[in-house]
């Protein structure tokens, strides 16, 4: 049997999402055929192509959208849905529409937020907050060798390998992309990395093409917030 394009998989799995509960997550079939690091940067890319002006957090998020339905031909409808789903969220309002610098308090808020909906154990979230404790001083170098160690080469089940994977995806792409492939340059580049990791797992509630959305639209708005 051939395998089922990016589309099939990304609506039967947001029609299992809205038929299982919240406590119902099990392993993703084939989660790294979304290529959702890869995605990430080219989503990235996109908007920096299309705007070189600051945009409000809901604009960033339209573009991240028309990335998905006019670039790789993605259903509008779904997209369209699961973006509002993900900005009804109060941990949409508290990371992208903060206004003062960046506050570890609203990240924990997401992993709290993945912990209550994906089923996430103690062990898998204990280890993403350590991580993102080490990114307040530490260099993108030394998360990147945290987050290899601990996160990618260990072993996880369940969900938590799945969370894992993405976590770990975005944040190597991201790595990439922020300190090799665009010439803009950070502040706080090690949280923003983090970030971008961390919104790809609170995508993952609404399905893997909606962390690629949310990943991609929370890196262009912390980066605009904190540039050098």
């Not at 959208?65 to 941990?91: C, Y």
């Not at 570890?104 to 937020?113: E, K, R, S, T």
């Not at 983090?194 to 093409?209: E, K, N, R, S, T």
């Amino acid at each position: 049997m051939k395998k089922m394009s990016l589309f099939l998989l990304s609506v039967m799995l947001l029609i299992a999402c809205e038929n299982q509960p919240a406590d119902d997550h099990g392993v993703i079939p084939d989660l790294s055929s979304y290529e959702i690091g890869k995605m990430h940067n080219e989503a990235l890319a996109y908007y920096h192509s299309k705007n070189t002006d600051l945009v409000a957090p809901d604009e960033v998020m339209r573009f991240m959208e028309d990335f998905l339905i006019s670039n790789k031909n993605l259903d509008r409808e779904i997209v369209m849905e699961g973006t509002k789903k993900i900005m009804s969220t109060p941990e949409y309002n508290l990371m992208f529409n903060s206004k003062s610098s960046i506050d570890q308090n609203n990240i924990l808020a997401y992993l709290d937020a993945v912990k209550k909906n994906m089923n996430a154990s103690d062990k898998l979230i204990n280890t993403l907050r350590q991580a993102f404790v080490l990114g307040v001083e530490a260099s993108p170098a030394e998360a990147k060798l945290f987050i290899i160690n601990n996160i990618q080469n260990r072993s996880w089940s369940g969900i938590d390998k799945d969370l894992a994977y993405v976590f770990s995806d975005v944040f190597l792409h991201s790595y990439d992309y922020w300190t090799k492939t665009t010439e803009k340059k950070l502040k706080k580049s090690t949280l923003i990395i983090l970030y971008d990791a961390g919104g790809a797992i609170h995508g993952m509630i609404f399905g893997p093409i909606f962390s690629i959305i949310e990943s991609a639209a929370l890196s262009a708005v912390v980066s605009e917030k904190y540039p050098e």
